[in-house]
């Protein structure tokens, strides 16, 4: 079992920047791949970015060049680095895992899921 709780949603300015964290419990982190995913007003949760267990990471087109995920197996934490925010970025965010290497763009795919953290970019 994996409990994921997500950490670090805000209000920011278009052209801000934001963090968002994911703090695991578990024995099984550094074997699992994490995902973050999103959920704006009105749209269906949509694939974010990926990181493997061996740290192979993958970004959906509209945000790659402008988030950074990362991991770090020992504080068993999952982290967003969210730059050049824009307005359309606004969404509920969500941590998710999966045990094994294989990372997926594909949201049932995934076990565990946090509650989520609200990203608001004003224009």
């Known amino acids: 079992q994996v409990q994921l709780v997500e950490s670090g949603g805000g209000l920011v300015q278009a052209g801000g920047s934001l963090r968002l964290s994911c703090a695991a419990s578990?024995?099984?982190?550094?074997?699992?791949?994490l995902g973050w995913f999103r959920q704006g007003p009105g749209k269906e949760r949509e694939f974010v970015a990926a990181?493997?267990?061996?740290?192979?990471?993958y970004y959906a087109p509209a945000v790659r060049g402008r988030f950074t995920i990362s991991r770090d197996n020992a504080k068993s934490t999952v982290t967003l680095q969210m730059n050049s925010l824009k307005p359309e970025d606004t969404a509920v965010y969500y941590c998710?895992?999966?045990?094994?290497?294989?990372?997926?763009?594909?949201?049932?795919?995934?076990?565990?899921w946090g509650q989520g953290t609200q990203v608001t970019v004003s224009s």
């Open positions: 578990g024995r099984t982190f550094s074997s699992s791949s």
């Open positions: 998710a895992a999966v045990s094994g290497n294989r990372i997926f763009s594909d949201a049932s795919r995934y076990d565990y």
């Open positions: 990181i493997s267990s061996s740290t192979v990471s």
